[in-house]
C-alpha cells in the first residue's frame, strides 16, 4: 500500500461512516408512527401548553399571568424533558433494535462491515431525527416565553442558552440509554417497556426518596437544570453520573452488538 | 490452503451444547464454479454458511475466503461476497432501493453505483421504488439477489435461493447463476433440492449430519457406474437370462422397468452393452420394447449416500 493511500485511509474511514449514518437517519425518518410520535411528543406539547396558557390569560388576566416569562418556559420546558423523554426513548429503541428486529442485522453484518461502526453509526443517526424535534420545541417554547412574557419577565438570552443545553443533554441522555438498552436486549417492545417503566415511574419514585440521589442520572441532570432549587449532589458528582450513565449503556450494548450471532 | 478455492474449511466444527451442527467438514469450493452444497434439512448447510459469514462463531477449524483467512481478515474478505442467509430480510417499510441503499452504505462507496443494475438483473427495477411490503416473497429473493450483487461479489453464497420462486422464477434463477459464473465468479449454493443442484453446479458436497460424506465433480459423485433400463413384458425371465450376461453385474426390477448395472471391468462401453444385451434377448426369443443405457441420477447417489435415508430405506 502507499503511502499516499495510507493517508487517504482516515478520509475513506470517515466517508463511510457518513454513509453509515445517513443510512441510519433513512432507516428512522421513514418510520411514519415514529415522526408522529415525536411530534406529538416533542413539538406538539410546546404548541398546546403556550395556547393554552395564552388563552387562559386572554380570558382571566388578573387569575392568570402572562403566558410567557421565565415561569412558564421553566414549565414547559420541564414537560418537554419528561414527554419528550419518551419519543427520545422511542427513537433510542428503533435506532438500537431496528435492525434486528426486522431481520437486517445479518445483511449488514455480511458486508463485512465492523460490527461496532455499525453500532456507532446508530448514535448520530439517531440523534439527527431527535434534536432537530427538540430544537423546534424549544424554539416554540423560547420564542413564545420571550414574545408572550409580562413587562420584565423575559428570560434572557444566557438562561435560554442553559435551557438549551440542559433540554438537549435531558433528550440525548435518554435516547442514549434506550440505544444501548435496546441494542443489548433482543426485543424492542420489552426495551420499551424497561425503559418507560424506568423513565416514567421507578426512576421519579426513587428520587423522591431522595436516598439514592448519588447514583441516580435524574439527580445528576436536577443539579444541571437552570434555576433548580437546591441541590442533593455536588457539581462533580453530576457530571461523574452522566458520564456513567452514557458509557455503561452504551458500552454493554456495543459488547452485545460485536458478540451477537446475527 | 490454496487460493484457487474461492472457500476452504479446515476441520469446521461448530457444536450448540452437546449437539454438533457442523462436524470436523474440510471445505473446497474451486473458484469460478458453481457449486452446491446438498444435505436434507437440518444437516447443517445454514450453519456453515453462517460461520463463513461470520454471524456465529465456529467451536473448532479454520477457514477462508477467497484466499484469506476469516475471521481475522473478515472485511477484506467479505468485501467481495455476496450472500442471501436463509430468507432474505428488509425493512419492510421501505421500497426496495432504499433497503439496498440501507445496505450499500454499509459496503464500499461504489456499491451505491451498482444498485441500478443489481435491479434491472433481477428485473425489479420498475417495481423497485415500492415498499417492500407490497413484494412477493419471489420478488424478496430476487431482491436479495440485488443486494448480494452490490457487493460485485468474486463470491457468491446463496442459502436455499429458489425458496419461494415459482417454475418461471426458478428456471430463470438457474440461468442467472450459470451467467454470474460465465463472468468468472464463484457461486456456492445450499440446497436440499437434488434436482436444482444437479440442473446449476459443476460441483457438489454432500452433507449430513453436519458432516461432508463426499465432495467433489458431478461426474465423480454420480461415479462411471453405468445401468440399463430394459423394458420387457417377460421381466422375470429377462432377470433371470440376464444373470448369466458377461457384461451384467446385477439387475432389479424397478417401476420403470429392469434396471442391469453393467460390470465396469467389461470391456465395452454401455451402448455396445446394450446392443450385445438386445441381441442376447432378442434370440432369447424375448420381447424388448425398450432399451436405453443410463447413468444414476444424483438424486440415487444422494439416496445412497446419506445416512438419513439409508437407514429410512
Known amino acids: 500500500m502507499s503511502a499516499a493511500s495510507l493517508a487517504s485511509l482516515p478520509a475513506q474511514s470517515e466517508a463511510q461512516f457518513r454513509r453509515l449514518v445517513g443510512a441510519e437517519l433513512l432507516k428512522l425518518r421513514r418510520r411514519r408512527t415514529l415522526l408522529v410520535a415525536s411530534v406529538a411528543l416533542i413539538v406538539a406539547p410546546m404548541v398546546v401548553s403556550f395556547i393554552a396558557l395564552a388563552i387562559l390569560h386572554a380570558a382571566n388576566p388578573a387569575k392568570y399571568g402572562p403566558a410567557g416569562g421565565v415561569d412558564n418556559l421553566g414549565g414547559a420546558l420541564r414537560l418537554l424533558t419528561q414527554i419528550g423523554t419518551v419519543a427520545a426513548v422511542l427513537i433510542g429503541v428503533n435506532a438500537g433494535g431496528g435492525d434486528l428486529g426486522a431481520g437486517v442485522f445479518r445483511e449488514l453484518v455480511v458486508t463485512g462491515r465492523s460490527r461496532l461502526a455499525l453500532f456507532a453509526a446508530r448514535i448520530p443517526g439517531g440523534l439527527a431525527l431527535l434534536l432537530p424535534f427538540v430544537a423546534v420545541a424549544f424554539a416554540i417554547a423560547a420564542t413564545a416565553s420571550v414574545a408572550l412574557a409580562g413587562r420584565g419577565q423575559a428570560p434572557g438570552a444566557g438562561l435560554l442558552l442553559e435551557y438549551a443545553g440542559w433540554v438537549g443533554l435531558m433528550t440525548t441522555l435518554a435516547f442514549l440509554l434506550a440505544l444501548g438498552v435496546s441494542s443489548l436486549l433482543d426485543s424492542r417492545a420489552t426495551s420499551i417497556g424497561v425503559l418507560l417503566a424506568w423513565q416514567l415511574a421507578l426512576a421519579p419514585l426513587l428520587l423522591q426518596t431522595g436516598k439514592l440521589d448519588p447514583v441516580l442520572l435524574g439527580a445528576a441532570l436536577k443539579r444541571l437544570e437552570p434555576s433548580a432549587g437546591r441541590a442533593s449532589i455536588s457539581l462533580m458528582t453530576a457530571i461523574l453520573l452522566i458520564v456513567v450513565w452514557t458509557i455503561v449503556p452504551l458500552a454493554a450494548g456495543a459488547w452485545r452488538t460485536r458478540t451477537r450471532d446475527a | ?313
Not at chain 2, 453462517?50 to 476469516?70: D, K
Not at chain 2, 463470491?155 to 451467467?179: C, K, Q, S, V
Not at chain 2, 457461486?187 to 453436519?210: M, P
Open chain 2, 1 to 313: 490452503m490454496s487460493a484457487s478455492y474461492a472457500v476452504e474449511t479446515s476441520g469446521l466444527t461448530k457444536r450448540f451444547g452437546d449437539r454438533v451442527a457442523v462436524d470436523n467438514v474440510d471445505l473446497r469450493v474451486p473458484g469460478g464454479s458453481a457449486f452446491g452444497y446438498l444435505g436434507p434439512n437440518g444437516a447443517g448447510k445454514t450453519t456453515l454458511i453462517r460461520m463463513l459469514l461470520g454471524l456465529t462463531r465456529a467451536t473448532a477449524g479454520t477457514m477462508r475466503l477467497l484466499g484469506r483467512p476469516v475471521p481475522s481478515e473478515r472485511a477484506a474478505a467479505l468485501a467481495r461476497v455476496g450472500a442471501i442467509v436463509e430468507e432474505p430480510r428488509f425493512h419492510r417499510y421501505l421500497t426496495g432501493r432504499e433497503n439496498l441503499s440501507v445496505v450499500a452504505a454499509a459496503r464500499e462507496r461504489q456499491a451505491h453505483g451498482r444498485i441500478e443494475s443489481a435491479l434491472e438483473r433481477v428485473g425489479l427495477a420498475e417495481r423497485a421504488d415500492e415498499r417492500m411490503s407490497t413484494y412477493s416473497l419471489g420478488m424478496r429473493q430476487r431482491l436479495g439477489v440485488a443486494r448480494a450483487l452490490l457487493a460485485d461479489p468474486e463470491l457468491l453464497i446463496l442459502d436455499e435461493p429458489t425458496n419461494g420462486l415459482d417454475p418461471a422464477g426458478i428456471h430463470e434463477f438457474r440461468g442467472m447463476i450459470r451467467g454470474l459464473v460465465a463472468e468468472g465468479r464463484t457461486v456456492l449454493l445450499s440446497s436440499h433440492l437434488l434436482d436444482e443442484v444437479e440442473k446449476i453446479c459443476d460441483a457438489v458436497a454432500i452433507v449430513d449430519h453436519g458432516r461432508v460424506v463426499m465432495q467433489g465433480s458431478l461426474a465423480e459423485l454420480k461415479g462411471d457406474r453405468q445401468t440399463i433400463l430394459i423394458g420387457s413384458s417377460e421381466g422375470v425371465r429377462v432377470q433371470a437370462l440376464l444373470a448369466a450376461h458377461p457384461a451384467v453385474r446385477s439387475a432389479a426390477q424397478t417401476p420403470e422397468g429392469i434396471r442391469v448395472t453393467l460390470r465396469p471391468d467389461f470391456p465395452v462401453g454401455a451402448e455396445d452393452a446394450a446392443a450385445d444385451i438386445n441381441r442376447f434377448l432378442v434370440e432369447a426369443g424375448l420381447a424388448v420394447h425398450r432399451l436405453e443405457p443410463t447413468r444414476p441420477s444424483l438424486e440415487e447417489r444422494f439416496l445412497e449416500i446419506t445416512s438419513r435415508l439409508g437407514v429410512a430405506a
